[in-house]
């Protein structure tokens, strides 16, 4: 079903920029007639050595090419992976194979859609994109926020700071860092400013949603 484009929508579609990398020059017109009256605000690059010239570093969404003159489109999207680049992939080809597509679902893409497709289909699986990126780039800017916060700790404040993870007490930590429970209770004060959390809770929270993988 073809998306619903209300004005709200339409904001939020221009929220990330869209790179559209194609060989084809009426492949990257049209998608750009497509996508521009859906709200989106498009890039075009007639390869991926241009693309990787021109893009600023900043999140956005990338819908690719597989087969082009160069650097074809696994090349960019290994690229991609190995730079840990802020950039959710879609993939548009007329050469999908299973190994490509199997190589490309691991590599995170979002989708491949496969050449000649309808309008529809083409803003579905953009949709589906922008979607995903919203989501995953709000996380990862606060995943960055929260690690800039921790590296700002002084040493004693990390020790505290481990501590209280683990939902220790301030006569807890002072027994263990061998610490008056007064001087643990600044330092405590200390690190929930730096990471600017209003409780030890609150704290346990962001770091298991945000920083711990086990």
Known sequence: M???FTKEARRLNNEFAIHIVDDEPN?????????GGAGYHTHLHH?????????DGSPACLILDLKMPGMGGEQLVSHILQENMNL????????????????????????VIEKPFDNPSLLEAVH????????????????????????????REKDVFNL????????????QLGLSKKTVDIHRSR??????????????????TLIKTD
Do not use: C
């Not at 390869?47 to 893009?55: G, H, I, N, P, R």
């Open 191 to 208: 690190v929930m400013g730096k990471m600017g959390t209003a409780s030890v809770a609150e704290l346990i929270w962001n770091w298991t």
């Open 164 to 175: 209280l993870l683990s939902n220790l007490s301030s006569t807890e930590i002072a027994k």
């Open 88 to 111: 959710m992939v879609l993939v548009v080809t007329g050469h999908a194979s299973i190994r490509s597509t199997v190589f490309l679902t691991k590599a995170g893409v979002v989708d």
């Open 27 to 35: 492949i990257l017109r049209s998608m750009r007639r497509v996508l």
């Open 128 to 155: 589906k994109m922008t979607q995903n990126a919203r989501r995953i780039f709000a996380k990862r800017a606060l995943t960055d926020d929260f690690t800039a916060r921790m590296s700002s700790l002084s040493k």
């Open 47 to 55: 390869s991926a050595s241009e693309f990787l010239d021109k893009y």
């Open 2 to 4: 073809l998306p619903n």
